[in-house]
Nanobody, 121 residues
Framework: QVQLVESGGGLVQAGGSLRLSCAAT????????MGWYRQAPGKQREFVAD???????KCADSVKGRFTISRDSPENTVYLQMNSLKPEDTAVYYC???????????????WGRGTQVTVSS
């Protein structure tokens, strides 16, 4: 069983920065991909960024150039550095771990409870 615990959310003014952290406990495998999703009020949960054990990253177009994802694999921790925050970044941010097979198929998703990020204008 995998547990994910997020921290680092809060209230910030537009243009400011926040750093989210997510610590994973339990059995973590080399092929597991960790990442972040977010859900704004009245909207569906959307992908933000993810990172492989080897450091390969993907991020949504809406955050490119502003958000950076990183991972401390030995510590099973993933970070999301968010700069130049905008009011539209306001959402609950969820940590995600995808258990993947060798062919890339997703076997299972694990989720944290989420952390609120609020950006005031």
């Amino acid at each position: 069983q995998v547990q994910l615990v997020e921290s680092g959310g809060g209230l910030v003014q537009a243009g400011g920065s926040l750093r989210l952290s997510c610590a994973a406990t339990g059995l973590i495998f080399r092929l597991d991909v960790m990442g972040w999703y977010r859900q704004a009020p009245g909207k569906q949960r959307e992908f933000v960024a993810d990172i492989t054990t080897d450091g390969g990253t993907k991020c949504a177009d809406s955050v490119k150039g502003r958000f950076t994802i990183s991972r401390d694999s030995p510590e099973n921790t993933v970070y999301l550095q968010m700069n130049s925050l905008k009011p539209e970044d306001t959402a609950v941010y969820y940590c995600n771990l995808q258990r993947r097979l060798v062919d890339g198929a997703v076997l299972k998703n694990y989720w944290g409870r989420g952390t609120q990020v609020t950006v005031s204008s």
